[in-house]
């Protein structure tokens, strides 16, 4: 059996980011080994994101498209945003996978295969893969392709689920300058419904229909739904649909155990890096990753520590979703509050980088009585199931 420094067990988004990061860290001649049963060679998603003008990441070469202006349609409010320094950004699934594997393929240290993983396991000595088969061993593995149990009650699990045309309009009718992120003018039936337009220049633009609740739709509602906003709100003179696109992201507070053993370390959406209140995940992901390198470097251990204070965010987002879950206020006007009256501070809200007075000044634009009751009802369900 080969043994390898580091097993990357699933090399998508953070699989592929984590070898990588290795690559350009005093790692780079560590022998890894990436598993996957897919060739990643298809655009089967794109990840948009916000990222301050002065901290570019490693992807930047490769963004798809950013904007400098977001737009909102809210409840009482229709407009810009104010995003201070930060940038609006995409990037296409097809474009990182290549990027990456092109990297990692200049590095003889670096194998990948394409195997279904069956079983991950710790042992008194590193962790091992077994995949169609054949057992691999490590002294780590990273494991990306741990599914999430959503289904305790006690925990709140919402999914964020969308559908998306990319449409190519007969007449010129987007502002390519201009990204709107959430567009609320459509009927919510109780539930969180809005629209994003990510226009590509001023024919061409992703039109996406995004959810926050606990059920699936059928196919053809979400079509309904694009349909009915490209008819109402854009003046396309006719268009074509050029690609779709549907995912679905958990939503949840489910605790997931970044190390769920000695030799083992989730990462990605399994180890937790997904933003249960709004679903974002490339951004924590890169941050947790680039914290992970650095330990190992530094200490020899990938553990990333954190403070017991840093745990308020995810009261926070356990709050939030059950405003939504328990419909304690109408979404679009939460957000409508939340982005239009703490701008550029929501973004570093939502990216944890505030400081506890800060999120007292944001808490303050909330309507109180929804969110107190929910505060007591996330206490009530965990200390009492
Ligand atoms: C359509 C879509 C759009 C999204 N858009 C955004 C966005 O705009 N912004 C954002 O921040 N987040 C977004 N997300 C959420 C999140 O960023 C992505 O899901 C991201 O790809 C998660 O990275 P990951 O590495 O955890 O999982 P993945 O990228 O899914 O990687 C897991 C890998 O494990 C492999 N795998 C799984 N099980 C096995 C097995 N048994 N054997 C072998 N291989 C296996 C899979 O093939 C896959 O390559 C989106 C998600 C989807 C689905």
Redesign the pocket.
Known sequence: MKRYDFII???????L?LAYYLTQSSLRHKSVLI????P?NRN??????WEHRDAAGPFESIIFRQWETVTFHGTTYAGPLGMGAYQYKMLR?IDFYRFVLDELAKWPTIERKQ????QISDTPTGGQVK?DGVIYEADYVFD??FQLSLDDRKNHNLLQH?KGWIIEAEKPCFDPDKAEIMDFRIEQHGDCRFVYVLPFDEKTALIEFTLFNEQLLADDQYDRVLRHYVDQYLETGGYIIRET?????PMSDVRTEEKPAKHIVR?????G??KAST???????QRYLREMVQNMAQSGTPFRQTGWFDHRFKLYDSIFLNVLEQHRHPADDVFTRVYVKNPERVFRFLDEDTHFLDELKLFTTMPWWPFTSAFFAVMRRKWFG
Do not use: H, N, P
């Open positions: 067990a699933g090399g998508g988004m953070a699989g980011s598993l996957d049963r897919e990643k089967d998603r794109t990840w948009c994101f699934g195997v279904t993983i069956e995949a990306s392709t969308f696109e549907f995912g679905i992201i990462i990605g959406t399994s180890g890096a997904t679903g974002y995940t490339f951004q924590r992901t």
